[in-house]
């Protein structure tokens, strides 16, 4: 049952932070970690990505700002003392032969769009619905042969999807790869088996992501979706393993980059259209480029990129065609992921790098 969630309990506020302090370490690297129980559901490195829950943000641009909708992972990027909101990754497993997502799909608490996720530091003790961190994340040290290498780790869970499908995630980051997110997926002993659980990066148009990066092409999302003008998604075919890039260590990746110069991709329309519609406009003041990783070794064959795209920006479901405005430059890649068919414990790196895509191949 859950509880409400807009109430914070004082007797566990005061239970959560004895738990956070059993957790502390000490930590020689910057981490991004909340003070105590009640702080923002935000955790990352300096100098790399951040990842945050509903109902906080991790990108202080609006006053009150909940970070967007519900059932969504915050993704960002923090340089130079601030934070910036790139990303969203949305959960969507499929069961039963029906696929759910997580930030559509009602919840049960209050049947509103967007499911419930939570943060724990054990999981084991998955508890319920918590509207802050109730954990620091744990530090660890992964290289036994290197203990200058922290990892900061934690566990969300989350409210059981309607097809059945109750799975849970272990993320984590590790400091010699601090523009990465780790991400591994496994299920509660009440889901119904699970076909796959796809961990999907669902807003590649806020940096007009045109350019996906294959083994022996470069696939342009303005001319795979040529003449499009809708107000909806459009999809094309999937690109199987095989056509996966290889790295100079030989991981298996995915890369997405914006076709646009830092300049053009800073630029917003001056006309009456795009004035309420600024939060789509790039903030950073840097290019990143954005990618989907897979250890070589441990892989299912079904593995496969599959991307959608977006001819207007998103204006939360609108009927109403007057409320889109046109992505400047054509149309962009929106959905970007790896699908694979789920095993417990299966693996998903993603990353948001300054670094372009040669120097990504050669250094991971």
Not at 56 to 75: V, Y
Not at 95 to 120: C, H, T, Y
Not at 170 to 186: G, K
Not at 189 to 199: G, H, T
């Amino acid at each position: 049952m859950l509880k409400p969630f807009l109430a914070i309990n004082t007797i566990a506020l005061l239970l959560l932070t004895g738990n956070i302090q059993a957790q502390e370490t000490q930590a020689v690297v910057p981490w991004i970690r909340p003070d105590h129980a009640g702080s923002p559901a935000v955790w990352g490195i300096r100098n790399g990505i951040v990842v945050g829950i509903w109902p906080s943000a991790i990108e202080g641009n609006k006053q009150s700002s909940d970070g967007g909708p519900r059932g969504l992972l915050r993704i960002g990027y923090e340089w130079l003392g601030m934070v910036y909101h790139i990303n969203y990754l949305a959960i969507e497993p499929v069961a039963n032969g029906k696929m759910e997502f997580s930030e559509v799909s009602p919840s049960q608490a209050d049947a509103r769009w967007g499911k419930l996720i939570w943060a724990a530091g054990d999981s084991s003790k998955p508890g319920s619905f918590y509207p802050s961190a109730s954990t620091r994340g744990i530090i660890s040290h992964p290289d036994p042969n290197n203990l200058a290498i922290e990892e900061l780790s934690l566990y969300l869970f989350m409210e059981k999807f309607m097809n059945g499908a109750h799975p849970y995630l272990r993320l984590s980051i590790r400091s010699d790869r601090p523009e990465e997110l780790c991400i591994e997926i496994f299920h509660q002993d009440d889901s119904a088996p699970m076909e796959r659980c796809a961990i999907t990066a669902t807003m590649g148009n806020y940096a007009r992501l045109r350019w996906l990066y294959l083994q022996d092409r470069k696939i342009d999302s303005r001319q795979l979706f040529a003449g499009y003008r809708e107000t909806g998604f459009i999809e094309k075919e999937t690109y199987p393993a095989g056509q996966m890039l290889r790295t100079a260590k030989g991981y298996l990746m995915a890369i997405a980059e914006t076709n646009e110069s830092f300049a053009e991709l800073a630029s917003w329309p001056q006309e009456p259209a795009y004035w309420s519609k600024w939060s789509w406009r790039y903030r950073p003041f840097y290019k990143l480029t954005q990618y989907w990783r897979k250890e070589q070794s441990r892989f299912d064959p079904s593995l496969q990129i599959r991307v959608n795209g977006r001819a207007k920006y998103w204006s939360g479901g609108s009927s109403n065609p007057n409320n889109y405005v046109d992505i400047p430059g054509g149309p962009a890649f929106e959905n970007f992921e790896l699908r694979e068919k789920y095993y417990p414990g299966q693996k998903f790196y993603f990353g948001i790098s300054r670094k372009t895509v040669q120097q990504l191949l050669h250094d991971l």
